[in-house]
């Protein structure tokens, strides 16, 4: 039986400074231990989990940001007879299991950090023979169908063939707390799990339009596993607004045409308001420009403006194909999909060259800071 | 010799309504005339090029915004005797410059629109034999190496095998003019293409920061000429801000740890002064987050919070990785990467927590608005 191992690889992180890296690594490391129960190390900027249920540990590092790659990998002594048993042993459950054959090329790729009495290149031939001696297959060190890593640091020997690519990013909670507007639709849930990638922690912000939409919550908490399943330690809030009150007023009181940009002018003063008391510092949103109507840069002006946080759009230069393929690749796209009612309070000509003044004018003549206020008093804590 | 057009496929604006899929059509057709100097059919749905030189717009084709895919295509009359003729003409040059072969599995792909006495079932398996009957090939229409593409358009067919990916994105022009922080750096040229990809028009500003960096223009007017190249008829403006005395003063006045961040929000306050006088609605930066030192969201708050213009950062979200290949793709990260001084104002520790009523009290302390008024009525068009 081998002691396994999962070496695990961050990158942005390995680029900053020295205070900045330790306090990145630190958190990588909670977050991980957030998710796997085992033990871990952290030496000469690896992270070395001893893990318990290899195939959990698999599935959970892929879905942690701040991991560029991982392998599970085999681990014995530094030393000939110790690294040739292991192969022996390791070689030949690959070949068991039929990922590798005397048909297939292979190369060893040897590394070595510390001091030894021998050099990596010989270290590799050495290697190189004891695989041959199993399978008899041919080396090719260009093009090899199949790639042996033999790691070498100080007195520990890893040995694996697996790169598993990570999502990358920034480990959650080192970027600080951002509020997101998330409907159940395909865009905003991309744009909080990008911002997540990045190191936010994230509250969620849900705005119920019942009566103008069923009011279900079904598929926004549907969403929000999922995005959770991102958060690693980094605690994902979901909150929900009622809104239907706020947009009744706009409809009743306000050109239809401008119900729209009315109501994302209100999402995002309410999601300033929210953002206060979280502590957060900028607010999310899913806009991809020139998507729809309301995406407009006449639009995305006048509803900022009566904002003062910062606006992160991560969509906003991304087609919507695009934002398909990701939302495909996190599981949130065929969550979006799922059937659910259309709001009603959309206009059959919804304005898309918003007039600034108008905009403010007519959010004061219908009184609209008074019902943000009170959206925000009646703010639910769903997550 | 074959009569050859090629057929032009957009995507995104097939979904909007039908006055705004005009407007869009248009603008697409004018920005590919401006670069390909042929006659251009728009017929339901798809563009056709008949075109004189089909390398240059292939090449061409390639970089314009709005644009999912393209084929180069043979025409000719709808009936069986031209299509068979053609097809044996066609196929006789694929086999001769060696892209088909007996050895390779193809499928006929049939489309039909109008009224014809035959189906595309029909069609497909005739062309089938018309084929098999040259090289004797074997039809698998799951996984076929080869693939020949026959669209019959009422009296007219259409026969390709490429199909050749395009950017996608929306056509140059279509929604409005914005401002771009642009540096020598990678990030931001990639900012500005992607937002150019989503139909904007844009105006560079380039700050240049003379005495602390070289002052040499040669890197920008590289990225502008290669920026340019997919710009296709939104005329792509490149501008100039004498910074360096700004910065001096934040050196000479202000605490040393403050100098990017004041730097920063400058930046954004004499972008707005520009948009304005350019006619546009936003600015755009290559804010990634988390990168670098001054992209921390307390820094991003306090940078842009004097600006009531949005500011788009496209890179938000994305890894630096991710930044470089759209880079490598567009041809900027080579000229981004080419050796250059960098800027000796940046303090050797600065800000990443920005306190906001500090730099506000700072920004008025070093009568920072009559620098970015001086430096706005200096800027210089450098293309």
Redesign the interface.
Known sequence: MLEKVIIVRY??IGIKSPKVRGRFERKLIDNIKNVINDEIDLKQGRIYIHTHDLDWAIESLANIPGIVSFSPAAVTKTNHDSIKELIEVYIGELVHEGTFSSQDSFAIRCRRVGEHDFSSQEMAAYCGSVVYGITQSKVDLSHPDFELYVEIRGNKTYVFHQKIAGL???PVG???R?VSLVSSGIDSPV?TF??M????SVTMVNFNNHPYTSGSNEKILKIYNKLNEYSAGGKLRLYQVDYGEYLHKCIDEAPERMTCVLCKSGMYQIAEKIADKENA??IIDGS????VASQ???N??AT??ST???????????????IENIAKKIGTYELSILPDSDCSAVPRHPE?NADLPLVLETLEKINAEQEFEKAVSSVKLLK
Chains 1, 2 share one sequence.
């Open positions: 990158g942005e990358g990013g920034l080192t970027q600080g951002v744009a990008l911002m990638k990045r190191g936010c510092l900028a991809s420009l020139g998507q407009t840069l006449p995305v002006l900022r403006y003062s946080m910062p606006v992160l759009s991560p969509l906003i230069g991304l087609d919507k194909v695009e898309t």
